[in-house]
């Protein structure tokens, strides 16, 4: 019998502006402290790590149906958060990602395959061309996939198809959880009009990888890496499906709302 993944996304707006009221904070006082600890400089950071912190144990509740308060996550050396108390669970390979650039902050969940999230904001820093920002990242990318770039048209078409290259390199390297060691230039994209995406590792294609490419906004690119984990099904290999995955938008509001319901029976 066939299997599919069921994929599941999250997708959170996260907007600059929005303030915690402190009633809000005490209800989700214990994912603060953890937040606070981090030592994030600016706010926002502060609160785009609390919205991913909420967005993490929400999916968890909702795919796995264990409590609030029994959800145990903890991060790899690399920083990929897991959870560590889901044996037992119909899903065993069951694992997520979070990404937070510009305005979104976004989580994506599978059962089986291994799953990779990258948002990213297409912006560059002020008193910078397009040209002297993505010079910086020269080494980054291979020649073919700057070849692909020079011929898109205009500065600003570069960009974005930069940021695109750059989207499914950082969602492949979250997926394995090399962290920042896996050299991106070893990664080379080939696609059909940002359709019917591979990936050649070391100059070999690999089959065992599918990957999506999502615009959220004019701003905003979403990108989704999939493979295979080991113990999969052997079966399940070169079909693994790429499946057409909406987006679920919450508010800050109703993830504390969820959180601070499942939870009312017990402490934090």
Not at 154 to 174: H, Q
Request: proline letters at 3%; a neutral charge; charged letters at 20%.
């Amino acid at each position: 019998m066939t299997k599919y993944c069921i994929f599941i996304m999250i997708m959170y707006y996260f907007d600059t502006r929005y303030r915690f009221q402190p009633f809000k904070l005490v209800k989700a006082s214990c994912l603060l402290m953890e937040v606070l600890t981090e030592r994030y400089m600016k706010f926002d950071d502060r609160k785009r790590a609390l919205v991913s912190r909420l967005l993490q144990y929400s999916i968890v509740h909702e795919v796995l149906g264990i409590p609030y308060d029994k959800i145990i996550i903890h991060r790899t050396l690399e920083g990929k958060p897991y959870l560590i108390n889901g044996i037992g669970s119909p899903f065993s390979n069951f694992n997520f990602n979070v990404s937070h650039h510009g305005d979104y902050v976004g989580i994506a969940s599978d059962p089986l395959c291994l799953v990779g999230l990258d948002i990213v904001s297409i912006m560059i820093p002020e008193q910078t061309t397009e040209h002297e920002f993505m010079s910086n990242f020269s080494s980054y990318l291979t020649a073919l996939e700057w070849k692909n770039i020079a011929k898109t048209g205009t500065s600003e078409v570069k960009l974005r198809e930069f940021y695109r290259y750059w989207c499914l390199k950082e969602a492949f390297v979250k997926a394995t959880g090399a962290g920042l060691g896996f050299g991106f230039h070893r990664l080379e994209f080939h696609h059909k009009n940002w359709t019917d995406i591979s990936v050649y590792i070391d100059g070999i294609e690999s089959r065992e990888w599918k990957f999506s490419l999502y615009k959220i906004d004019e701003r905003h690119w979403a990108s989704i890496a999939r493979g295979l984990a080991n113990g999969a099904d052997e079966q399940f290999d070169a079909s693994l499906p790429v499946t057409e995955v909406g987006f679920i938008q919450r508010t800050v509001d109703q993830l504390i709302q969820s959180r601070s319901h499942g939870a009312q029976q017990n402490s934090c």
